[in-house]
Structures are given as structure tokens and as C-alpha cells.
């Protein structure tokens, strides 16, 4: 069994992440049934009660279904997961998994366009001059991994002025995910994050409420990026599927 016994200090946190990182890891495979709460009181050296939370939070995060009288059994997590497993699946056993950035790339070229379309028809005035500002930061930083995190704010700044719940929660998810990669993909992003202009293209046309012409904006401005990642993740499937060429 994929477990360990863990001490009594935030022990509902670390059994959590123990049963997490089977069902994410394939050792505990969807459909079959976790051992019991007593049973898994026994392996993991802790209380009832602690495993009883622990399950409740891997239950809420879609990993287990727990009904009365069948226990907790492993549910298929691409029918039944949430955004918040991004950053967990992206990074296993300390590599990249290329199948899941490409679909984090693929999703920010997607609803970027979308959420700069919705902010410049929502934007307020203080949305607008906190654009501005930020653009402004974006132009004299020279870092490039620094530059990529105003760009972050920059985005971040565009879903909140289109008062979206739904795009914020999959934003920070985006976000969550994308960030550890970021000193690994300086170079790859730094002509987009470089391309003021671009993102003076999607402040202007969301501060004249230009709902087209900020998604065409926001589509020109990611594109070239989008391109060069999906064509890095194309090249580490590959590399993946060739014997001997992991890693």
C-alpha cells in the first residue's frame, strides 16, 4: 500500500496528500475501494477521526466517493476533478508532464481572448488606470522571469475587470499550475512578455470597451508564445514515447 505512518501534528493534512498522491500516481486506481478508516488508522498511525477528515477533503476534492455502507471507493479523476489537481498533475516525480502543460497551454491561448473580451465590455475606470500601471511596470522591468510575473498580474488584473467567478477560480488554477515553471520557460515567453505594444493593443481596446478588438488583441498577443510551447510539449511526448530518451 502506498502509505506511511505520519505523526499526530497536521496529520489530516499529510493523510491527505498520502491518499492524493496514490490516486494521482495510479496506485490506488479508480474504481477500487480504499481500505477501511479503521484500517487505514492502523497503517498510517493515527486516530479515526484524523482519517474521517482527511477522507472528507479527498472526497470534496473529487478523488474518492464515499458512500454509507461501501466505504470510500477511488473515483476516475478526469470525469470527477477539479482545476486546484493542475498544479499536482503537472509536476511527477519532480519532471514535467508534458501532456499537462500542453493543456494548460492550450487553455490559456483559449480563454484569454474570451476574458479580455468580457473585461472590455465590465471594465471600470480603476480596472482601466490599474492596467495602465501595470503595463507601465511590465515596460522597465528587466527581468525576464520578473517581467513574466507583472505579465501574470497583468492577465490577473484583466479577469478581475471581467467580474467572472468562473474565469477568476480557473485563472488561479492556471496560475497555480504555471507559475514553478516560470524560471524554465523565461527565454521561450520573454518575446511575448517583451511585446509592450501587444499589451498596449489589449489596454487600449478594453479601455474604449472594444469587446473585438481586445479578443483580437489578446489572441495576436499570445499566439507566438502558444505556438512555441505547444510545439516544446510536442517534443517531450515525443521524447517520452521513444525508448531510452526520458528525461
Known amino acids: 500500500m502506498p502509505f506511511e505512518p505520519v505523526s499526530q501534528q497536521s496529520a489530516p493534512e499529510i493523510v491527505f496528500d498520502q491518499i492524493v498522491e496514490g490516486v494521482l500516481s495510479g496506485d490506488l486506481p479508480a474504481g477500487e475501494p480504499l481500505p477501511s478508516e479503521r484500517e487505514l488508522a492502523r497503517i498510517l498511525g493515527v486516530s479515526r477521526p484524523t482519517v474521517r ?33 493542475l498544479p499536482r498533475l503537472l509536476i511527477r516525480g519532480g519532471a514535467l508532464v508534458p501532456s499537462v502543460a500542453r493543456s494548460i497551454v492550450e487553455a490559456r491561448a483559449a480563454v484569454g481572448p474570451d476574458v479580455a473580451g468580457l473585461a472590455a465590455k465590465r471594465a471600470t475606470s480603476d480596472h482601466i488606470a490599474r492596467l495602465t500601471s501595470v503595463l507601465a511596470d511590465l515596460a522597465v522591468e528587466p527581468d525576464p522571469v520578473a517581467q513574466q510575473v507583472v505579465a501574470l498580474e497583468f492577465w490577473s488584473t484583466v479577469v478581475d475587470a471581467a467580474d467572472s467567478i468562473a474565469f477568476r477560480l480557473m485563472y488561479n488554477s492556471l496560475r497555480a499550475a504555471y507559475e514553478p ?23 487600449d481596446a478594453i479601455g474604449t470597451h472594444d469587446a473585438e478588438r481586445a479578443e483580437t488583441a489578446a489572441r495576436k498577443l499570445l499566439a507566438p508564445a502558444t505556438a512555441s510551447l505547444l510545439d516544446l510539449c510536442r517534443a517531450l511526448e515525443d521524447a517520452e514515447s521513444v525508448p531510452g530518451q526520458e528525461g
Not at 515553471?181 to 489596454?203: H, K, Q, W
Open 181 to 203: 515553471a516560470l524560471p524554465a520557460l523565461a527565454s521561450m515567453l520573454e518575446p511575448e512578455v517583451g511585446n509592450i505594444d501587444g499589451y498596449r493593443a489589449v489596454v
Open 53 to 85: 477528515e482527511a477522507l472528507k477533503r479527498v472526497a470534496a476534492a473529487g478523488l474518492v466517493a464515499i458512500r454509507q455502507g461501501d466505504g470510500a471507493r477511488v473515483q476516475d479523476i478526469a470525469r470527477t476533478g477539479g482545476l486546484d489537481l
